[in-house]
Nanobody
Framework: QVRLEESGGELVQAGHSLRLSCATSGLTFNTYTMAWFRQAPGKEPELVARLELGGRSTYYASSIEGRFTLSRDNAKNTMYLQMNSLKPEDTATYYC????????????WGQGTQVTVSS
């Protein structure tokens, strides 16, 4: 059974950094596409970053490119999102998600972790 659990969200000031973690079980990164999504109140969910099959390719949304970096630790079965130069518009609930292979459908989701960036 695939399980995802996010952590690391908190209240920070603009310009500061945070690292989110997504602890996984029941999957191997090489056979799944992993992603971070975020959703701000009143807005549609946004794909922030995606890692295909353990690193075959990586995608970053233009809104965060150059500031956020997705990485993984295979030994710990954990994916990370390093977020630098945070802006108030980065405020959202961040979700970790997983899809089998290269499927565009993310079947597995964590419960989310709240990131709040104050100006």
């Amino acid at each position: 059974q695939v399980r995802l659990e996010e952590s690391g969200g908190e209240l920070v000031q603009a310009g500061h950094s945070l690292r989110l973690s997504c602890a996984t079980s029941g999957l191997t990164f090489n056979t799944y596409t992993m992603a971070w999504f975020r959703q701000a109140p009143g807005k549609e969910p946004e794909l922030v970053a995606r890692l295909e099959l353990g690193g075959r390719s990586t995608y970053y949304a233009s809104s965060i490119e150059g500031r956020f970096t997705l990485s993984r630790d295979n030994a710990k079965n954990t994916m990370y999102l390093q977020m630098n130069s945070l802006k108030p518009e980065d405020t959202a609930t961040y979700y970790c998600a997983a899809a089998r292979g290269l499927s565009p459908n993310f079947d597995y989701w964590g419960q989310g972790t709240q990131v709040t960036v104050s100006s």
